[in-house]
């Protein structure tokens, strides 16, 4: 048995598609031995549905490529190492024909319009999904011996990477999709009619440009989008984007949900865990629109239902485009409560990222720690050699490696010690799930909605809180009534695309966790508060609000309230501007302006120039925020919080986790013991480090 079934699992994706690791052997010997060095246990293997692994299980030559995995499988085992393969990508994966110039096994494909093929696979089809069980079944029989395997003998398999489904517009296709919008219009042509500007006397009479937004576009990653006026204005082309969203959504999940079926048909037990994205879930890269969550059609909550493990890959960079921890702790947060229970694995983006060396502020031991802290068992990293998009991690500087070896070492000693134990549950974040699926980047001016989210995450972290990001579907099934004493509702600019039955059962059980002695926060425009908790506001000329410390609202809008008692006023019109209302036993805590969004975004206000010399700051200034004081520090502190801090609590274990430059004081905390990723002074945290400590 491979030693490294004893151990965490700690993944690396090791490309072998570009050189030196395309044929040079020792060049890859090399990198395997670097790998076991750098303290993983496991490596990934580039191994998708190319004719080339095809001809293999029919008993033919090895290609350069795959007699290369081959190689690199054995000396994973000579290492103490064993492999896992990514069997199966978004389309097949014959993107770099100058690289990869055997063809991929698609089985079906989509069409085009005009008849030409889409490049991908036809995720619903029977033939399409049969030739992906082929391929996985072959690279069981061949190579399932050394695959990784779970403490209960599943394994190992990234059934999907990457999922993007299309439509196809090939008869088959087109009936599918006028059928499930008739269904979704109850047969009414008349409303879908008034909504794109049609005069159509019939579903079947529709055309593909008529129900598909500008489907010439349309590639194997890449779609039209609609524009931020199109949004704004609810236009023809706005509604065809929903629609079509919201049918490939439906589409995935119907595809997870087969595929699980057929997996579970094979005969060996396969732990089922795709990568559901690659670039950041919540958080994209900015200026690389093919990469965005708002064009794939995910929702990682939904798609956790269908597989055994539900992975995307992040890294520690905001809606900003600023390297930044904390957007990767949200992204842990959304992995962790998106497993529901389950233990899951941390995906983490490791390299130069493809906009900016993100490393060089965030080391790799940080972002390591932030994902064990927010409760992952297991860490998957890509990659070693991706030279098309920065994951480059073999040409890294000694810095970077030195900080990624620390990292391991010390997940592989604290995640046994932690053995599954649950994170402590106070405070829940509404997951804009509307917003995700169907925002586009262009639409989110400088990623200002998502950003809102991240402040709201980073005022309760810096208050000691742990925070759980929640969504609606969870919220529906109880989850907040039993485990939460504050709620809080960021901005959600599509919340109105619910449906009428979840939104009527959310706000249902918004209304009854906070009447049974609940808390809930929101910023303006909160059409679910406005539902659910009866909260009324009006739009506000900008201005300064009078509350302890004089304060700068930072976002897009300002509003006042009608209801509710006022804590904080706008100074020129004595307008609340921070308002509380008691609902029951509970309150609802309004503020007048993006008070999460404040708190996270680079830049801040300056004095408006008619106020003068007069003393005022925003909110990330203040000597104590409107949230510290409303709803005050967690009662599982030990010591005061730090700003930039972040505690985990896991029964008597706790996580430290400093996102700061500076070391800090931590030895006013009672503890047994304690395991520091990087030395210290005594009772010190260094910088950009975490500690494991049992209390006394």
């Known amino acids: 048995m491979s030693t490294a079934r004893l151990r965490p699992f700690l993944s690396l994706w090791f490309g072998n598609f570009f050189e030196p690791f395309y044929s040079d052997a020792e060049a890859t010997k090399a990198g395997i031995a670097d790998a076991a060095g750098l303290g993983f246990t496991s490596i990934n293997l580039d191994s998708k549905a ?12 090895a290609s350069t490529y795959v007699a290369m995995q081959e190689l690199m499988m054995d000396e994973a085992a000579r290492h103490g190492l064993d492999y896992t393969c990514l069997a199966l990508y978004l389309c097949g994966d014959n993107l770099y024909p100058s690289i990869r110039d055997v063809p991929s096994v698609r089985g079906e494909e989509p069409s085009r319009p005009d008849g030409t093929l889409m490049g991908t696979y036809k995720y619903w089809s029977r033939v399409a999904q049969d030739s992906m069980v082929e391929h996985v079944r072959g690279l069981l029989r061949l190579y399932g011996a050394g695959m990784h395997r779970t403490p209960e003998g599943k394994v190992v398999m990234q059934t999907m990477f990457d999922p993007i489904p299309k439509p196809s517009f090939d008869e088959e296709g087109r009936t599918k999709y006028l059928s499930w919008l008739a269904t979704r219009y109850e047969g009414d042509i008349s409303t879908l009619n008034q909504r794109y500007a049609l005069d159509s006397p019939g579903f079947d009479a529709l055309t593909p440009h008529e129900y598909w937004l500008r489907p010439e576009e349309l590639n194997w990653v890449g779609c039209a989008r609609p524009s931020v006026s199109d949004f704004a204005k609810r236009t023809p082309d706005f509604h065809r984007w929903v629609d079509n969203q919201t049918h490939l959504a439906d589409v995935l999940q119907d595809y ?78 959304i992995a962790r409560c998106a497993n529901a229970g389950r233990a899951f694995t941390g995906g983490l983006y490791l390299g130069r990222h493809i906009n900016q060396d993100v490393y060089r502020t965030v080391p790799p031991a940080e972002a390591i720690a932030t994902h064990v802290a ?77 950003m809102d989210l991240l402040g709201w995450y980073e005022q309760f972290t810096d208050c000691g809180w742990h925070v759980d990001i929640l969504h609606p579907d969870q919220v529906v099934s109880g989850a907040l009534l039993r485990d939460y004493q504050h709620l809080v509702m960021p901005t959600n600019s599509l919340y109105d695309l619910a449906d009428d039955a979840t939104r009527e059962a959310l706000e249902a059980s918004v209304r009854a966790f906070v009447e049974g002695g609940g808390t809930a926060l929101h910023g303006p425009g909160c059409k679910l508060a406005q539902s659910a908790l009866g909260v009324i506001e009006q739009e506000h000329p900008f201005d300064c609000i009078a509350w302890r410390e004089d304060v700068i609202p ?72 409107p949230v510290e004081l409303l709803v005050g520090r967690s009662p599982l502190m030990t010591i005061a919080p730090l700003k930039g801090v972040e505690f985990a609590r896991f029964g008597n274990q706790l996580l430290v986790t400093n996102h700061r430059a500076s070391p800090i004081d931590i030895s006013a905390i009672a503890a047994s013991r304690a395991i520091a990723q990087t030395p210290s002074g005594p009772g010190l945290l260094a910088g950009h480090a975490a500690v494991y400590l049992e209390l006394a």
């Open 50 to 61: 190319w004719r080339d692994f095809f001809d293999r299980y029919e008993g033919k030559p």
């Open 256 to 333: 997870l949900r087969t595929m699980r079926r057929r997996w579970n048909e094979l005969d060996t037990d396969l732990f089922v865990e795709p990568v559901l994205h690659q670039w950041g879930y919540f958080f994209n890269p900015p200026g690389q629109p093919d990469w965005q969550t708002g064009q794939r059609a995910l929702d990682v909550y939904k798609s956790a239902e269908h597989v055994d493990g539900a992975l995307f890959i992040a890294s520690p960079l905001n809606a900003e485009n600023r390297p930044d921890a904390m957007a990767l702790s949200v992204e842990a947060s």
């Open 374 to 450: 927010n409760g992952a068992s297991r860490i998957h990293a890509y990659g070693y050699s991706g030279l098309d998009d920065g994951g480059v991690m073999f040409r890294m500087d000694e810095l970077f490696r030195q900080s990624l070896r620390a990292g391991n070492e010390w997940a592989a000693q604290v995640i046994p010690l932690l053995d599954g134990r649950e994170r402590a549950k106070e405070v829940a974040i509404l997951f804009p799930a509307e917003m995700s699926l169907l925002e586009p980047l262009e639409v989110d001016t400088d990623g200002r909605h998502r």
């Open 554 to 625: 930072h976002g897009w809008s300002t509003v006042s309230f009608e209801t509710g008692t006022a804590l904080g006023r706008f100074i020129q019109s004595g307008a609340s501007a921070i308002s509380e209302h008691t609902i029951g036993q509970g309150r609802v805590y309004s503020f007048g302006f993006q008070c999460g969004y404040s708190y996270s975004r680079a830049s801040m206000p300056i004095v408006p120039p008619e106020y003068g010399k007069r003393e005022m700051h925003p909110v990330v200034l203040l000597e104590q925020t």
